[in-house]
């Protein structure tokens, strides 16, 4: 079961406050020492949004201590905004959208629970 995967948003804030939010297979994913877990640059913006406005509250240093619990940043790329322009509108949430872009592109299974990623040619994990 090594490998890498990338992180959907919501699979991001229960793994590092709810993890028992998260799947049996998300949290059996997440445990496994050999597994590389990615969180993308467009979740780190998308939770700084909701952070400034109020829509969500994350304990201070969250963002800082992200690599420093075992989670890589995941940079988007202009290969990562070629696919996010060549997916069918299918889920409307850009975040959400250029997870899928990111995943299709580097060729990763996404963590998310999300049923509108599932649309998408991507392989979804929960």
Not at 14 to 25: D, I, M, N, R
Not at 48 to 53: L, N, V
Not at 71 to 98: C, G, K, N, Q, V
């Amino acid at each position: 079961m090594s490998g890498c995967y990338l992180l959907d948003t919501h699979a991001l804030l229960w793994a590092t406050g709810t993890p028992a939010k998260l799947s049996k297979e998300a949290r059996k994913r997440l445990e496994e020492e050999s597994v590389r877990i990615l969180v993308s640059h467009a979740t780190i913006w998308e939770l700084s949004i909701k952070w400034t406005i109020g829509k969500i509250k994350l304990p201070d240093g969250y963002f800082e201590s992200l690599e420093n619990n075992g989670f890589e940043i995941m940079p988007m790329t202009e290969a990562h905004f070629s696919a996010y322009r060549a997916l069918p509108l299918l889920h409307r949430d850009p975040f959400d959208r250029m997870l899928v872009a990111q995943a299709q592109s580097e060729d990763l299974p996404l963590l998310s629970a999300d049923a509108k990623i599932s649309a998408y040619d991507v392989n979804v994990v929960w």
